[in-house]
């Protein structure tokens, strides 16, 4: 639990500090997409399929930090960065070194409690090399689609 208490604190600090691009409404629907998301897509993953869980097998209260304030500000990094006006070449290699990095921060949360909370069933970190990316996508699908709302919303007016 002091893993998940330390990462929660640290990248909502550093995402509230350092953004410089994502306005308050695109924040709070960052965050809620993310929670929706990652929520149905575990309840899939970990309840459904039992590839991995956070803390038990259960349905655990203690996983809820990790389902509400854990993913969505590195999310909030993750558009904050983005170079959205660079070379695909770039923005590739974007896409993977964040991919990298969450691998490795997965392989970190493996640790024994208290410091981890993440535990693979059949799951290993391959899989995660080739699923996050997808869902990086469709975060930044997501998030360009609510920009685009956000344009028509001010031309409209």
């Known amino acids: 639990m002091i893993g998940l208490i330390i990462a929660i604190v640290v990248f909502n600090f550093i995402a509230f500090k350092t953004?410089?691009?994502l306005s308050a409404n695109q924040i709070v629907h960052i965050w809620t997409f993310t929670t929706a998301f990652q929520d149905t897509f575990d309840l899939i993953v970990?309840?459904?399929?039992?590839a991995?869980?956070?803390?038990?097998e259960d349905i655990d209260w203690l996983a809820l930090p990790a389902h509400i304030a854990l993913v969505p500000p590195v999310n909030m990094m993750f558009l904050n960065w983005f170079p959205f006006k660079s070379p695909l070449r770039k923005q590739l290699f974007y896409l993977i070194c964040w991919d990298i990095?969450?691998?490795i921060y997965e392989i970190i949360t493996l640790l024994p409690e208290p410091w981890g909370f993440f535990h693979y069933g059949w799951w290993r970190s391959w899989h995660s090399l080739v699923i996050n990316p997808i869902l990086m996508l469709i975060l930044l699908g997501y998030y360009?689609?609510?920009?685009r709302l956000e344009k028509k919303l001010i031309i409209g007016q």
């Open 46 to 50: 970990d309840y459904i399929l039992h």
């Open 52 to 56: 991995y869980w956070y803390f038990t």
């Open 144 to 147: 360009k689609w609510i920009c």
């Open 101 to 103: 990095g969450t691998v």
């Open 19 to 21: 953004n410089k691009r």
